[in-house]
């Protein structure tokens, strides 16, 4: 499954911007991940397909909503009141293993991974 991250651009803090994600197959788990410079990649949001529970990192919830169109095999991360620190390479990733609900908020649950589209928020 090869996958094809789009959206990513320069932002104003305060500001908003929609992460696209389109699969070329099947994905039953889908999801994000960012990387800032100088440190590791960390967990965003995903959604776990056999329940379609979401599940977001503290420092994103309430301002970022994880949302997919199965017809379409996209998957889209909606970004609102953007702050510098959110200032990363975004991931997206995808998995058909299931898991149980703490692995959704690791790397565990992904196989695959798309090439990253940069985010950059501006003061």
């Known amino acids: 499954v090869q996958l094809q991250a789009s959206g990513g651009g320069l932002v104003q803090a305060g500001g908003s911007l929609r992460l696209s994600c389109a699969a070329s197959?099947?994905?039953?788990?889908v999801g994000w991940f960012r990387q800032a410079p100088g440190k590791e990649r960390e967990f965003v949001a995903a959604?776990?397909?056999?329940?379609?529970?979401?599940y977001y990192a503290d420092s994103v919830k309430g301002r970022f909503t994880i949302s997919r169109d199965n017809s379409k095999n996209t998957w889209y991360l909606q970004m609102n009141s953007l702050k510098l620190e959110d200032t990363a390479v975004y991931y997206c990733?995808?998995?058909?293993?299931?898991?149980?609900?703490?692995?959704?908020?690791?790397?565990?649950?992904?196989?695959?991974w798309g090439q990253g589209t940069q985010v950059t928020v501006s003061s």
């Open positions: 990733a995808a998995g058909n293993t299931n898991y149980i609900s703490i692995y959704y908020y690791t790397e565990r649950w992904a196989e695959y």
């Open positions: 959604i776990r397909g056999s329940t379609r529970a979401t």
């Open positions: 197959g099947r994905t039953d788990n």
